[in-house]
């Protein structure tokens, strides 16, 4: 069984600048969930997504979007890159949405902003 | 929204002693608590949950409570080694509304020493 994966593994972006993160979910796992990690802090649910919408979202601005692709894979964007995005991405896939279904993470995308 | 709280921030402990970590939780609508563990570089490992019908769980040397009416969770981690050393979080999930939005405490490192 494939655990979930993410790239890039690091990343350095400039102010303003435009990102997209990939992450590709556990075999038989149709709901993905991204989340940011803060240095000392515990991970920020942004957004899920399940059959390529997103069905819930957490205190993220708009330019904080996503895609979710027919194998389940899926892309977080960020738009508009502040200092404060500066942080660990991570992505958890589940085998679906639904209130007990356990969430797998994968290693996380570290973005810096400067 | 649901609020975790969790404690301590840090742990020390002698190799072979038990840990414990606790957290708190606001809403009582939540009946899902996992518990991750995350190692320097990686993403959070699913180590050990607990569904809201059930009071304890054990698994090996790691053990959960639920204590709904108080509503708080522990974490119990017997007999405890070196690789046990990382950053423990605990986590809770209500059943319905925002997806699978996980609601994480700020983590408790903890440090096993020989």
């Known amino acids: 069984e494939t655990g979930v994966t993410q790239s890039p593994t690091h990343l350095i972006k400039t102010r303003g600048q435009q990102v997209t993160l990939r992450c590709s979910s556990q075999?038989?796992?149709?709901?993905v969930s991204w989340y940011q990690q803060a240095l000392g802090q515990g991970p920020q649910f942004i957004f899920q997504?399940?059959?390529?919408?997103?069905?819930g979202r957490g205190n993220f601005p708009p330019r904080f979007s996503g895609l979710q692709f027919p194998n389940y894979s899926s892309e977080l964007n960020v738009n508009a890159l502040e200092l404060d995005d500066s942080a660990l991405y991570l992505c958890?896939?589940?085998?679906?949405?639904?209130?007990?279904?356990?969430?797998?993470f994968g290693p996380g995308t570290r973005l810096t902003v400067t | 929204g649901e609020n975790v709280e969790q404690h301590p921030s840090t742990l020390s402990v002698q190799e072979g002693d038990s840990a414990v970590i606790k957290c708190t939780y606001s809403?009582?609508?939540?009946?899902?608590f996992p518990w991750y563990k995350q190692e320097l570089g990686k993403g959070p490992q699913l180590i050990i949950d607990?569904?809201?019908?059930?009071g304890e769980k054990k698994d090996q040397r790691i053990a959960v409570t639920l204590n709904k009416t108080a509503k708080h969770f522990s974490l119990h981690i017997t007999e405890t080694q070196p690789e046990d050393s990382a950053v423990y979080f605990c986590?809770?999930?209500?059943?319905?509304?925002?997806?699978?939005?996980?609601?994480f405490g700020t983590g408790t490192q903890l440090k096993v020493e020989l």
């Open positions: 809403d009582s609508a939540s009946n899902y």
């Open positions: 075999s038989g796992h149709n709901t």
């Open positions: 986590a809770a999930k209500r059943p319905t509304g925002g997806g699978n939005k996980l609601t």
């Open positions: 997504y399940y059959r390529e919408e997103e069905n």
């Open positions: 958890a896939s589940s085998r679906d949405s639904g209130t007990g279904s356990e969430q797998y």
């Open positions: 607990i569904r809201s019908n059930v």
